[in-house]
């Protein structure tokens, strides 16, 4: 059984930035592969970003260029940092561990999410 534990989120004004992180705990062979989704009122649950063991990432077209995904220097963490914040960023973030990364996209494993960290981009 694998933990996810979101945090970093918060609420900022518009063009600003914010590093979210997530640690894993449990039984892990390996985190990787990971994504970072985000759910807006409303809207269905989207992939933000996801990155894998070898270091490829892919992103959302509406993040691309502002978010970055990457390996923690600790054991069995991932971060998300989102600069350039826009209201529509403004959703709950969760990570998702252990699922299929395949031709640049990451299919979630239904069984491991985290319990998420609101982030609120407004003036």
């Known amino acids: 059984q694998v933990q996810l534990v979101e945090s970093g989120g918060g609420l900022v004004q518009p063009g600003e930035s914010l590093r979210l992180s997530c640690a894993a705990s449990?039984?892990?062979?390996?985190?990787?592969?990971m994504g970072w989704y985000r759910q807006a009122p409303g809207k269905q649950r989207e992939l933000v970003a996801a990155?894998?063991?070898?270091?490829?990432?892919n992103y959302a077209d509406s993040v691309k260029g502002r978010f970055t995904i990457s390996a923690g220097n600790a054991k069995n963490m991932v971060y998300l940092q989102m600069n350039s914040l826009k209201p529509e960023d403004t959703a709950v973030y969760y990570c998702?561990?252990?699922?299929?990364?395949?031709?640049?996209?990451?299919?979630?494993?239904?069984?491991?999410w985290g319990q998420g960290t609101q982030v609120t981009v407004s003036s």
């Open positions: 998702n561990q252990g699922g299929r990364y395949s031709r640049g996209t990451y299919y979630p494993n239904p069984g491991s």
């Open positions: 990155i894998t063991s070898g270091g490829s990432t």
């Open positions: 449990g039984s892990i062979f390996s985190i990787y592969p």
